[in-house]
């Protein structure tokens, strides 16, 4: 033991005899014949002291600074291997560093102890970083002034380790760290350790972060080449969203891989990814909790929780001029969105590996993840609109655009009493879509330059338009998915920007071609709707030239009726036999649209070649050619 502690004391430089204390403001020097101090958290030595007893005790860790001409010292506590003692006092020691990085081995934790008399017994308080409790587990002897405990490796994960010890001999205790103070462990991981633990779904985007500090070159080049091969667009595509063009920048253009920044990843055939690094740790602390910053740009953020352990979105705080608040609305729209594959949904739980967009108000935003386990702690900071929640409206229309499997349905208009015409906090931005998926968005009457999820107003009178901005994919289709309380005055029409007009139920489904780009909601009562659509009716019939023509799935068969009727579409061959009847129900006045899939009446595709399509409504006919090209 005599021997052990004098290599110890060797280690150390000269003897600590003054302590500066940053609350108390403790003078650097002292001459007084019995001198203690007892601190609760870091102990800096940085002066002289001839005192006759001096006692300092206090937590992690101790510099020396100085040297003493003291008779009797004692220091205890630390966890960097200080020991001082001319005293029959009970000492302790961790051999070991307090923050040290280490590989997924066993390993074996030493403590050292020496002083007074009697059986010395321990424990080690862990927990993985991240966790509010620790597990206590006791320390084994060596037969010797020394305890272990032998750590498995599978405590050591991508995530980190945070311990402290707690000795104890007769009547006294020495604790090597505490709870706020403990050592840490920060994990190195190889590449094949340091892989998203789940696939990648195929033929589906998805949005994906790696939660490592990356060891080495961080650009995606060297990160996912490696795992998805050489590049292809036709295998794989990687994209991150750029707030300040409102577009996404792809691959090679793509910028580094850092913690707490995502992508828009899509793999042809089931994958996986991952890259060599260490544990991601706090990079700042405030009101004794600690966090990881990340700057954001105003507008669309594409993000990622950048610990290995899921946190809570509630527990996320934002930092703006100076100040550190919660989820305030004048700064951002309380709802962060994941996209499952299908569709966006608003998240209470951020994992790692996962990305999410979240829409800030202003320039000089920070987010500020929390070091917190997402089982630790409910959330705690939102404020304003809850997350799934809808607030609550006069009325509402909740409405979808559908393509493909994917649907775009968080769409809201309605009016309530305390909204306003303008961009107001009810107003939520619509998030980007995924690359190449349908978007439906409202634009705000006072060409607010964000397109919105829901646009509330004031109520109406007699009525009000909805402007619509639609981007799509062939085959999409825009239905009426909820209506919230509307009075029976108000009517709903929905126009199109090539001229189709169509009255909207909650059963009405419309299907919307690849040509049109926007449309208009119209809610009002009868004299309101009549005056905002008759000048969109059309005088006279017509039927147009189907598009696109030729054609290989699918053609889109468009038609102008002056007023209401029983329409009938049929498709003949080049004999003049009958193939399918398309169409044959009432339709409103306007600019109408069927799609025909090349399908016949059996349900079977039929082969290329020449048909006409023949409209039929009153005395009006009207046939036209067009082409099936295979």
């Known amino acids: ?120 017994t321990g ?24 305890l272990f405990y032998d750590l498995n490796s599978d405590l050591i994960t991508l995530r980190g380790l945070e311990f402290y010890f707690e000795l104890h001999r007769n009547n006294k205790t020495v604790l090597l760290g505490d709870s706020t103070h403990p050592s840490i462990f920060i ?59 409102d577009s996404v920048i792809e691959y090679p253009n793509t910028p580094d891989v850092i913690p707490g920044r995502s992508y828009w990843l899509i793999t042809r055939y089931t994958s996986t990814y991952g890259a060599a690094g260490v544990t991601v740790m706090p990079n700042l602390t405030y009101q004794d909790r600690s966090y990881y910053e990340v700057p954001l740009e105003r507008g669309w953020n594409q993000l990622a929780n950048p610990f290995a352990f899921p946190i809570n979105w509630g527990s996320v705080l934002f930092s703006y001029d100076g100040s550190v608040i919660g989820h305030d609305t004048l700064l951002i729209d309380n709802i962060a969105y994941l996209f499952t594959g299908t569709a966006y949904t608003s998240a209470s739980i951020l994992r790692p590996w996962d990305g999410f967009f979240v829409f800030i108000k202003k320039d000089g935003v920070t987010i500020m993840f929390p070091y917190e386990d997402a089982l630790e702690k409910k959330n705690s900071y939102s404020t304003g609109l809850a997350q799934s929640e809808t607030p609550a409206f006069d009325w509402a229309l909740q409405i979808a655009l559908e393509a493909n499997g994917f649907i775009d349905d968080g769409n809201f208009i309605g009016t309530r009493a305390d909204a306003t015409v303008g961009a107001d906090w009810f107003d ?102 009549e005056k905002e659509i008759t000048p969109l009716i059309p005088k006279n019939y017509a039927l147009y030239q189907n598009y696109p023509n030729p054609f290989n799935p699918e053609t889109s068969i468009r038609f102008a ?70």
Not at 123 to 146: C, E, F, H
Not at 610 to 627: E, N, P
């Open 1 to 120: 033991m005599a021997e052990k502690i004098n290599i110890l004391l060797r280690a150390i430089p000269a003897i600590v005899i003054c302590i500066i204390l940053s609350v108390a403001s403790l003078t650097a020097q002292s001459e007084s014949d019995n001198y203690k101090l007892q601190v609760g958290n870091v102990v800096w030595g940085g002066g002289v002291s001839t005192a006759e007893n001096l006692t300092v005790t206090g937590t992690v860790p101790y510099q020396g600074a100085g040297h003493s001409a003291s008779r009797d010292q004692v220091i205890t506590g630390g966890v960097i291997a200080n020991l001082y003692s001319n005293g029959n006092t009970f000492l302790a020691s961790y051999i070991g560093r307090q923050i040290d990085t280490v590989t997924i081995v066993d390993r074996r934790l030493e403590v050292i102890y020496g002083g007074d008399t009697g059986t010395v």
């Open 187 to 245: 994990t190195e991981v190889t590449k094949s350790q340091g892989m998203r633990p789940e696939s990648l779904p195929e033929t589906t985007y998805a949005m994906i972060s790696i939660p490592i500090d990356i060891s080495g070159e961080n650009e995606t080049a060297e990160i996912f080449l490696e795992d998805l091969g050489q590049y292809d667009p036709t295998f794989w595509r990687l994209g991150h969203f750029d707030s300040r063009g």
């Open 561 to 630: 009726l002056p007023e209401a009727g029983l329409v009938k579409i049929e498709i003949f061959n080049i004999l003049g036999q009958k193939v399918t009847t398309l169409l044959d129900r009432d339709m409103p006045a306007g600019v109408n649209e069927v799609v025909w899939n090349g399908a016949g009446d059996t349900g079977r595709n039929i082969s290329t070649g020449v048909y006409f399509y023949r409209l039929t409504s009153g005395a009006f006919v009207q046939s036209k050619k067009m082409i099936l090209l295979k």
């Open 123 to 146: 424990a080690i308080n862990y927990r993985l970083s991240g966790q509010k409790a620790y597990t206590a587990v006791a320390l084994q002897p060596t037969g010797g002034d020394t």
């Open 428 to 529: 939520l931005a619509d998030p980007p879509p995924p690359p190449g998926k349908p978007r439906l968005a409202f634009k705000l009457p006072d060409g607010e330059r964000y397109l919105r999820r829901y646009d509330i107003r004031p109520p109406v009178e007699d009525g009000a338009v909805w402007d619509i901005d639609i981007l799509n994919t062939s085959g999409c289709r825009l239905s009426i998915t909820d209506i919230i309380t509307l009075p029976e005055n108000l009517q709903v029409w929905l126009t199109l920007d090539i001229g189709t007009v169509i009255p909207l139920t909650k059963d009405t489904t419309v299907y919307i071609a690849d040509n049109i780009r926007g449309a208009r909601l119209i809610v009002g009562n009868s004299d309101y709707v």
